[in-house]
């Protein structure tokens, strides 16, 4: 069985940082793009940061410069540091990872984690 699990969310002052970690677990060849994509009540879910295999990375344009990304291949980990934090990033946090089971018969693509809360207050 292959699933991703997030951890790190919580309640942070305005200003604060905050960590997220991501774990794809299971039976896995490969792990190509992995990120971490937001939801607000309301909204629509959005891209936040996203790193390729390979490192290169991209972020949304509102948290560049206070956000970082980084991965762990050998651990099939993927981090989200989160500094400067401002109300408007409360969210609700999912990890994405697009994942190459062993198995042929399990299935290949983009896995989602169950999403970890993220609360900044003013």
């Known amino acids: 069985q292959v699933q991703v699990i997030e951890s790190g969310g919580g309640l942070v002052q305005a200003g604060g940082s905050l960590r997220l970690s991501c774990r794809a677990s299971?039976?896995?060849?490969?792990?190509?793009?992995m990120g971490w994509y937001r939801q607000a009540p309301g909204k629509q879910r959005e891209m936040v940061a996203e790193?390729?295999?390979?490192?290169?990375?991209n972020y949304l344009h509102s948290v560049e410069g206070r956000f970082t990304i980084s991965r762990d291949n050998a651990k099939n980990t993927v981090y989200l540091q989160m500094n400067s934090l401002k109300p408007e990033d409360t969210a609700v946090y999912y990890c994405?990872?697009?994942?190459?089971?062993?198995?042929?018969?399990?299935?290949?693509?983009?896995?989602w984690g169950q999403g970890t809360q993220v609360t900044v207050s003013s």
């Open positions: 994405n990872a697009d994942i190459r089971p062993l198995s042929l018969l399990v299935r290949s693509g983009p896995y």
């Open positions: 299971g039976r896995i060849f490969s792990i190509d793009n």
């Open positions: 790193t390729t295999s390979g490192g290169d990375t």
